[in-house]
C-alpha cells in the first residue's frame, strides 16, 4: 500500500502537467442592419383644435312691431334672402303712407314754385318785375325743392322700413332655434334677436401651438410648398375626414394666459355632416424636412445622457454615435443630428452588439420588424426638442432589441 500511494499521486501531477486543448473563440454575433441615406420627410404636428362656423349671422328685429309668424323650419339650410319671419306691418304701412303724402304735397309745392319762378326769369329782361320779387321767387323754388327732396328721403325710409317687416336671411346657411315665439312685440327699443344663421360649409378649424413649437417650427428651414400648410382631421370615432383642411392663419400675438399661438384652418364641408363646437384632432402638415434620416424606433437606445444608436463600421466593428431625435414618426424616429450617409445602424440583435466588438451583419427588412413584438407598445418617447408629445423626460430606461428584450448589460458609454 505504501508503493501504490506514491505512484498515485506521481501519475496525477504528471496528468497536471500535460498540455489542454484550447477552447476555440465563438464567432461573431449576428445582427440585422439599416443602410440609412438622408431623405425629406413631411413635418406634421398632432394638435386639438374646434369647429367653428365659417360665417355667423344673428338675425334681429330691425322695426317694432308684433310678431306675426314664424316661416322656415327650425335646423334647416336656407338661402341667403329666404324669408324667416313676419312681423305685422300695419304701423308701417300706415307710416309708408303718410311719407308718400307729405311727398306728393311737397311735389306740388315745388311745382308751383317752379312755375313762379320760371314766369319771374321770364319778365326780368323787360323790367316788369323788380329784382327784389325776382329774388324771392328764386328762392321759393329752391326751397320747394329742398322739401320735395327731404319727403322723398321720407318715402324712401318708410318702404325700408316696411320691408324689414319681412325678416330675410342674411347669408346662406343653417337656421337656428326662434329664440322669440309668435304674438310677442319685437323691435322695441333694441334690435331683437330672432334666430342665427350659421354657414357652415366651409367650416373654420381654431386651434392652437405652444409659442416654443411655433417659433421652432418658423426657424426650420422647411419647403412650405412641398404640401406645407394641408391639414388631416381625425373625427372623434378616430375615422379620418375625407376632406382636408388648410392652414389660413397664424396669429403672432401669445396669448399671455396660455402661453399658445393661435392658429385657424378651413375645412370644406359639403355634406355638412360636420358641426360647430365638435373637437376634432389635426395633423398639420408644416413642409417638409430635408436632410434627415429615418430609422426605426427599435434602434434608438437611450442613457441618462442622450439618444444614441449603434453601427456596424469599418470592419463589422461596433461604433456607438450620438443621435438628435427630432420626433417620432409613424413608428419611426426623425434623426436631424449624428448620423451620416451610408451607416449601417444597427436594428435587430441589439443586445448581442457591443461598441469595438465585431458583428456579423445581415440586411434588416421591415417584414422581419412587422413579425417581431412592438418593444414599446405605449406611447412613443420624445423628440430631444420637445416636437412630439412623448415619454422623452421619463428616466432613461435599459435598451431593447427588435423582439423587445432587455439586455443583462449595455455598454452606454461614448
Not at 371 to 395: C, Q, Y
Amino acid at each position: 500500500m505504501r508503493r501504490i500511494l506514491p505512484l498515485a499521486v506521481l501519475a496525477m501531477a504528471l496528468s497536471a502537467c500535460s498540455p489542454q486543448p484550447e477552447q476555440a473563440a465563438p464567432p461573431p454575433p449576428d445582427v440585422e442592419v439599416l443602410t440609412v441615406q438622408p431623405t425629406r420627410v413631411a413635418l406634421e404636428q398632432e394638435l386639438v383644435g374646434r369647429l367653428a362656423p365659417f360665417r355667423s349671422a344673428d338675425v334681429r328685429a330691425r322695426v317694432p312691431g308684433v310678431l306675426e309668424r314664424r316661416v322656415y323650419q327650425e335646423g334647416s339650410d336656407v338661402n341667403e334672402g329666404d324669408v324667416l319671419f313676419r312681423i305685422d306691418p300695419a304701423q308701417l304701412q300706415a307710416a309708408l303712407g303718410t311719407a308718400q303724402g307729405a311727398q306728393a304735397q311737397a311735389q306740388a309745392n315745388y311745382a308751383n314754385a317752379k312755375t313762379a319762378a320760371d314766369r319771374a326769369r321770364q319778365l326780368a329782361p323787360t323790367n316788369f318785375i323788380s329784382r327784389s320779387d325776382l329774388d324771392n321767387a328764386l328762392a321759393a323754388e329752391r326751397s320747394a325743392e329742398a322739401a320735395l327732396q327731404a319727403a322723398r328721403a321720407s318715402t324712401q325710409t318708410a318702404q325700408i322700413n316696411l320691408g324689414y317687416a319681412t325678416v330675410r336671411a342674411p347669408i346662406a346657411g343653417r337656421a337656428g332655434k326662434q329664440q322669440v315665439t309668435e304674438g310677442a312685440l319685437v323691435g322695441q327699443g333694441d334690435a331683437t334677436l330672432l334666430t342665427t344663421v350659421d354657414q357652415i360649409d366651409p367650416l373654420y378649424i381654431n386651434f392652437s401651438m405652444s409659442a416654443a413649437d411655433f417659433n421652432r417650427i418658423r426657424a426650420m428651414p422647411l419647403d412650405r410648398d412641398a404640401g406645407g400648410g394641408q391639414v388631416e382631421i381625425v373625427l372623434p370615432d378616430g375615422s379620418v375626414h375625407e376632406q382636408r383642411a388648410t392652414l389660413d392663419f397664424s396669429g403672432d400675438i401669445v396669448d399671455p394666459s396660455s402661453g399658445a399661438v393661435q392658429l385657424r384652418a378651413t375645412l370644406p364641408n359639403p355634406d355638412r355632416r360636420l358641426l360647430p363646437g365638435v373637437y376634432v384632432t389635426l395633423r398639420a402638415n408644416m413642409g417638409e424636412q430635408s436632410g434627415v434620416f429615418l430609422v426605426p424606433q427599435a434602434a434608438v437606445l437611450r442613457d441618462a445622457s442622450t439618444a444614441y444608436v449603434l453601427v456596424a463600421g469599418d470592419g463589422n466593428v461596433v461604433v456607438r454615435k450620438n443621435v438628435r431625435t427630432d420626433r417620432a414618426q409613424n413608428g419611426q424616429w426623425v434623426i436631424s443630428e449624428g448620423l451620416a450617409p451610408g451607416d449601417r445602424v444597427i436594428v435587430s440583435g441589439v443586445p448581442k452588439a457591443r461598441p469595438d466588438a465585431v458583428v456579423a451583419p445581415k440586411p434588416w427588412t421591415p417584414e422581419q420588424a412587422q413579425t417581431a413584438p412592438a418593444a414599446a407598445a405605449g406611447a412613443a418617447p420624445a423628440g430631444e426638442n420637445g416636437a412630439a408629445a412623448t415619454t422623452e423626460d421619463a428616466p432613461a430606461a435599459a435598451p431593447q432589441d427588435a423582439a423587445g428584450q432587455t439586455p443583462a448589460a449595455t455598454d452606454t458609454q461614448d
